[in-house]
């Protein structure tokens, strides 16, 4: 008799369910995502904060996902580990909503198969709102997002050694931190153990997408080696670029070696000579940043402080690498080249 009052208990709790996501279904019409994730968000509430789950045990998201299956045959999602996804998507930001009730428009923005690669990622809900932040600002597919993901975007932002709190204004220092990471990852290069310097650079340009990708939002490419004609000396930049949200040029110095003080004295000067030749009256101050294979933070840090202009150091990684032997065997582009013209 108790199993049959709790049955019918669970099919009327399923019944309402089923209800609200029809009326939800009327509304699709105006915005099918949006209103599917109010619909997930309102369905994990209800499993999480119900009894049935305790009653059901071990069966219980099979059971739901039966039941309103029944109920509502041509609704894709409700498989029980779709509602499983979907309980751990209110539990992760059901905190945070009832803090920032304007989160709700961003959150309901981003599909639901990019939630569900965060939920599996991300189990801190601040990490969780970094990435939904930036699908939002950058309209990322899931293939960026896991990319992002797996070289630890989140640990790494903002997380260089600058002098942007004294150099620039409060309206722009935040956006600077942001652009700027501790390490940056350049494993989408495949060059060999023993590198140098210029074909790292090479390397960089050949793969301009993905670096401008790493760099982070708003940028595009000026050139590599800009010539800055200062007085009678020319100076040539590694790379620069023109941020687009910062509205700022951004000097970047790449170097294959530790941290060396003299670095900065070099990418301060090239700061400078852009400020003078090329910042228009509308740009904000130039940015420059040096990124080495390895840096002494302290040292980097005493440095900075001789200068009044943002500048920024950061290391950078690079994992994937050929054996020197495995490129010595592959043939070269003159080779190539011969033997096409054969």
């Not at 699709?28 to 619909?39: C, D, G, H, P, Y």
């Not at 997002?145 to 309206?171: C, H, M, Q, W």
């Not at 790449?254 to 900065?264: A, E, Q, W």
Request: proline content about 3%; glycine content about 4%.
């Amino acid at each position: 008799m108790q199993n049959n009052i709790m049955n019918v208990d669970f099919k009327k709790w399923v019944g309402e369910i089923s209800k609200k996501y029809k009326q939800a279904q009327i509304k699709a019409a105006i915005s099918v995502n949006t209103e599917m994730l109010k619909f997930y968000f309102e369905l994990g509430k209800e499993i999480a904060n119900n009894s049935f789950k305790a009653t059901y045990g071990s069966k219980f998201y099979d059971s739901l996902s039966k039941e309103l299956i029944f109920n509502l045959p041509n609704v894709k999602g409700l498989s029980s580990r779709n509602l499983r996804y979907i309980e751990n998507f209110y539990n992760l930001y059901s905190d945070e909503v009832k803090k920032m009730p304007q989160l709700v428009a961003m959150l309901f923005s981003i599909p639901w198969g990019h939630h569900r690669y965060i939920i599996d990622k991300c189990k801190d809900v601040d990490k969780a709102l970094f990435f939904v932040r930036k699908i939002h600002e950058n309209n990322w597919s899931r293939d960026v997002l896991l990319n992002f993901i797996s070289t630890d975007l989140y640990e790494r932002e903002g997380k260089s050694i600058n002098n942007f709190e004294l150099a620039l204004p409060d309206v722009n220092r935040d956006l600077a931190k942001q652009i700027t990471k501790d390490p940056y990852n350049f494993d989408f290069l495949t060059i060999t153990n023993e590198y140098n310097e210029k074909e790292l650079k090479d390397a960089l340009i050949d793969n301009i997408q993905k670096f401008l990708l790493e760099l982070g939002e708003g940028f595009a490419f000026v050139g590599r080696e800009s010539r800055l004609l200062v007085g009678e000396i020319e100076f040539f930049t590694d790379l620069l670029f023109y941020n687009i949200k910062l509205h700022a040029y951004v000097v970047i110095e790449v170097k294959i070696t530790k941290f060396n003080p003299g670095d900065l004295g070099q990418l301060s000067t090239y700061v400078s000579s852009v400020n003078h030749l090329l910042k228009g009256k509308t740009d904000n101050p130039t940015i420059g940043i040096l990124i080495c294979k390895d840096k002494d933070k302290i040292v980097a840090e005493y440095s900075l402080e001789n200068y009044n202009i943002p500048l920024g150091i950061s290391s950078y990684e690079l994992n994937r690498l050929l054996p020197k032997e495995l490129k010595e065997s592959l043939p070269s582009i003159e080779e190539l080249e011969r033997k096409l013209g054969e």
